[in-house]
């Protein structure tokens, strides 16, 4: 689960400090995209919400120990 946050007055150029760039919004969507690009790359990505995601680690974690069960 990679998780990624930021408060919307940080996409306000100069208005946090995160970066002290013009056009703080399209740095940050780029670095966002380049950063969802290479995870793409290694893993297969899903976009939810924190809830999906936590009923997504439930389900799978009920997967394998049916699984597991099933083994034994």
Known sequence: VIHMYLHSSSLIDGATGLTDLD??????????????AYLSTRANVRYCTISEAAQLIK???????????RLS
């Open 59 to 69: 389900q799978r974690q009920s997967e394998a120990d049916f699984q597991n069960e």
């Open 23 to 36: 056009n703080a919004n399209e740095c940050i969507i780029a670095r966002i995209q380049s950063t969802i």
